[in-house]
T-cell receptor, first 115, second 115 residues
Framework: DTGVSQDPRHKITKRGQNVTFRCDPISEHNRLYWYRQTLGQGPEFLTYFQNEAQLEKSRLLSDRFSAERPKGSFSTLEIQRTEQGDSAMYLC?????????????FGNGTRLTVT | AQTVTQSQPEMSVQEAETVTLSCTYDTSESDYYLFWYKQPPSRQMILVIRQEAYKQQNATENRFSVNFQKAAKSFSLKISDSQLGDAAMYFCAYRSGFGNEKLTFGTGTRLTIIP
């Protein structure tokens, strides 16, 4: 169990640029989640995958945001035409089919700064 | 929509003492789960304790226990024998029991342990 891995840890980009983040869940976990956490706030749900299917999507996920999980393993979150308001920590989490209480694992996050 | 409120942005406690963090929530659902998550500085979020709404008995995990008051929609976390490693942001979170995978978080309480 190597944990949930997110890459990169930090990303600084200029407004208007596109960015892509990657999340590698724990290998046997079929469920994967993306959250966004701004300074001083709790994480906000963005989207959820079960295997390769995107089953839930928040209204926060505007048309500039897209998430994929093409083979049901790793996932990518892309933000197009970044805005300063996109500056946040983007957290990925995963869990397996067992709904056990300690089964949700979070990664360390990708911190995005839009200048 | 469900909301989670943490009214204490910051708390501090002497090492070895007991501290209680407050959380209230609003929902019209009868089946749901409540969680406390810990987020140490620059480290990943981990689950501290979980409570199923249908269970009357308060959950406990070693030094961590909750006071779940369903009618009052209150879910406080008690940390006994506080240790330096308990210093972190603590988030209260809610999840619907009806197949919804989304966690709704509060804004967090920063806990400082005084040696």
């Amino acid at each position: 169990d190597t944990g949930v891995s997110q890459d990169p840890r930090h990303k600084i980009t200029k407004r208007g640029q596109n960015v892509t983040f990657r999340c590698d869940p724990i290998s046997e976990h079929n469920r994967l989640y993306w959250y966004r956490q701004t300074l001083g706030q709790g994480p906000e749900f963005l989207t959820y995958f079960q295997n390769e299917a995107q089953l839930e999507k928040s209204r926060l996920l505007s048309d500039r945001f897209s998430a994929e999980r093409p083979k049901g393993s790793f996932s990518t979150l892309e933000i197009q035409r970044t805005e300063q308001g996109d500056s946040a920590m983007y957290l990925c989490a995963s869990r397996g089919p067992d709904r056990g209480p300690k089964n949700l694992h979070f990664g360390n996050g990708t911190r995005l700064t839009v200048t | 929509a469900q909301t989670v409120t943490q009214s204490q942005p910051e708390m501090s406690v002497q090492e070895a003492e007991t501290v209680t963090l407050s959380c209230t929530y609003d929902t019209s659902e009868s089946d749901y789960y409540l969680f406390w998550y810990k987020q140490p500085p620059s480290r990943q979020m981990i689950l501290v304790i979980r409570q199923e709404a249908y269970k009357q008995q308060n959950a406990t995990e070693n030094r961590f226990s909750v006071n779940f008051q369903k009618a009052a929609k209150s879910f406080s976390l008690k940390i006994s024998d506080s240790q330096l490693g308990d210093a972190a942001m603590y988030f209260c979170a809610y999840r619907s029991g009806f197949g919804n995978e989304k966690l709704t978080f509060g804004t967090g309480t920063r806990l400082t342990i005084i040696p």
